[in-house]
């Protein structure tokens, strides 16, 4: 069955509870990297069961929400209340051959893109974190809670590639 918007984003935010979401966000691209340095060509490639997202699929992924990510926080920064396109993940998976691309350049474009968004965050008033937009499926996104997200997001990937990236699942 598939999780309706509302599961998504309280299964997303039950990732950083308690922790600080900038804090986390700064730390994934060095996570990423440790987890995934050790790994060989097929173990990277390797999806874990059909239909699910291998180590490099992943990366790919994360560095395509982050490009989504700035865009979104751009708009609402430039206009309050601005409509949020939803997108389908998998399609992009697919349509852009997630499968294909080099998981060490995925990484390095995530890491270039997050601290480019991370810095943006901090040159924007705390009063400006309020701005929101209106996802297509979601409803009100406020700048606040795109960041909780974001680090919920990255928490949730990291444990998928740790439970991937875990010695006898290879």
């Known amino acids: ?45 390797r999806r874990p ?20 990510g700035s865009w979104r926080i751009r708009q609402i920064l430039g206009a309050d209340g601005t409509p949020i396109q939803a997108y389908d993940q998998n399609v992009w998976a697919e349509t852009f051959r997630y499968e294909d691309r080099d998981p060490r350049e995925s990484l ?4 270039v893109l997050r601290e480019n968004n991370l810095l943006l965050l901090k040159s924007v008033p705390r009063k400006l974190w309020e701005n929101h937009g209106m996802h297509a499926e979601r409803g009100k996104e406020t700048i606040a809670q795109i960041v909780r997200m974001f680090a919920g997001h990255d928490l949730n990937h990291l444990q998928q590639i740790e439970k991937i990236a875990k010695p006898g699942r290879r």
């Open 1 to 45: 069955m598939k999780e309706t918007a509302q599961q998504y984003t309280k299964r997303i935010l039950s990732h950083i509870d308690g922790k600080d979401p900038l804090k986390v966000q700064k730390s994934t691209a060095k996570k990423l990297d440790k987890l995934t340095k050790r790994l060989g060509k097929k173990e990277i490639r």
């Open 49 to 68: 069961a059909p239909g699910k997202w291998s180590v490099a699929e992943i990366l790919a992924h994360l560095a395509d929400a982050e490009v989504v």
């Open 108 to 111: 390095r474009l995530f890491r």
